[in-house]
């Protein structure tokens, strides 16, 4: 979620299933920003994939009738802390162990849109 939609480690645990909406031709992620802001972002097609996988994944585990995206092994929401967690653990196994973070990833897909000459209004 920070790389591929500038979402903020807050607004990816905050995300409920509702605020995903796939459809056959568009994605569209709805964020719940700071002070009360909402966005909707359109999905790139390796989120939009990834996201298929884990809600598909996610009907075998605890907690998958619950409201919240992201669930932890307990079944309850998953915490800021939690994601924080799985997002240094990602990089530790792929080696690159030291400064990702959900902040530098959301930095990499903002700098990525700017270096595509997107305006980011």
């Known amino acids: 979620m920070p790389f591929y939609a500038g979402a903020r480690i807050s ?8 605020d995903l909406r796939l459809s056959a031709r568009r994605a569209i992620l709805r964020i719940y920003g700071k002070g009360e802001r909402v966005r909707e972002v359109p999905i790139h097609p390796k989120l939009r994939e990834a996201l298929e996988n884990w809600l598909e994944d996610r009907n075998g585990w605890p907690g998958s009738d ?7 092994r307990r079944g309850g929401r998953l915490s800021a802390r939690g994601a924080h ?6 990089a530790a196994a792929a080696g ?3 400064h990702v973070t959900a902040h ?3 930095h990499s897909f ?11 209004q």
Do not use: K, Y
């Open 11 to 18: 607004e990816t645990v905050a995300l409920d299933v509702d």
């Open 66 to 72: 619950s409201r919240a995206l992201f669930v932890n």
């Open 85 to 90: 967690d799985v997002i240094t653990g990602i």
């Open 96 to 98: 690159l162990e030291e």
């Open 104 to 106: 530098v990833l959301r």
């Open 110 to 120: 903002a700098t990525t849109l700017v270096r595509g000459h997107t305006d980011l």
